[in-house]
């Protein structure tokens, strides 16, 4: 089994907020507020070095030695001299920005699995999907209702396209649906040679994971503003601009979709209130980069979290998942 190296995949493809770097005034409840979330500073191009050249006189008509005539040479205005502070090489960046996904990947894995190998290839009491890979992506069997959607073929795709070989039977799999019908069929067959050697797999691309996952998450950024009501458009957009904008910010945005989705289906949840990154910031208060923003979305998060189980059937007992949850976005106030 070769997997291509994945350092170099992120590297080229890395993804940035350029769309969230603008700090939003106040929010207003206009629709145009949502436009600072595009905007980007143009770059000041210097201006050439400029040349006066100063009018000569016409040559005389009579006779003169060349050494008595009069000849004007172009005057050469001197640029002013500008120091500007040293900006971060493109190697040093692209290592910088390498060094972000990695330790979001990591920190997911973390909140998944607690960072065990044998939780990859898993299926969660109660459930009634199996949970894959570093984000414990969604895989049904087939037949079964996707309430929550079906995410892992997503990832194996993405994998195959990035070099990664699948085994044979996952191949299979990816098409016709989980290849365990239950939580007891996938439970019975985690010592088995294919379920280790699947879970060395999805260990080793965990960064590549990671990848997929921000991918996913900056894809759905502009779309979280554009599928606010027009009297929270501008409190959505300060809000995801002041979480963005925060040091460690991306890693809560990029966790929480990943955690409970984009949440751009409105209709969606439990009787019609959905619990995903775009209820959270509609929770938020209005905010400001920096800590307060952080706070803020791991309070918001934990309270679209108590309604989403105040609204669940009691028999699923959600509420047991509660401290869990609370541990997970207590990360947000002190991110990687």
Known sequence: MKVKALSAVAAVSLLGLSAC????????????????????????TPKPQQVVFQQQRRAPTYKQSVSQQQVRRPVVQQPRVVVKPAQPSQNARQQAELSELYGIGDQIFKNETGGRIDQLVHWNLREDFAAMGIGHFTWYPSGRSQRFGNTFPGLLDYLQKNGVQLPAWVQRA?????????????????????IKQFSQLLYNTRHLQAKYIMDRAMRAMPKLVKKTPSHLRGQVANNLNAVANSRGGRYVLVDYVNFKGEGLNRTGGYKGQNWGLL????E???????QQAL?????ASMRVLERRVKNSN?????????PGWRNRTNTYRNPI
């Open 174 to 194: 990816r098409f016709e649906g989980a290849p365990w019908r239950n939580r007891a069929q996938l439970m019975a067959a985690k010592n088995s040679p294919e």
């Open 295 to 299: 706070n803020e979305f791991a309070d």
């Open 284 to 290: 938020m208060r209005p905010v400001n980069p920096g």
């Open 314 to 322: 009691p028999s699923r007992n959600e509420r047991k998942w509660l």
């Open 279 to 282: 209820q959270v910031l509609e």
């Open 21 to 44: 770097t603008q700090q939003s005034a106040a929010p207003q409840n206009t629709a145009n507020s949502s436009k600072t979330y595009y905007v980007k500073t143009p770059k000041q």
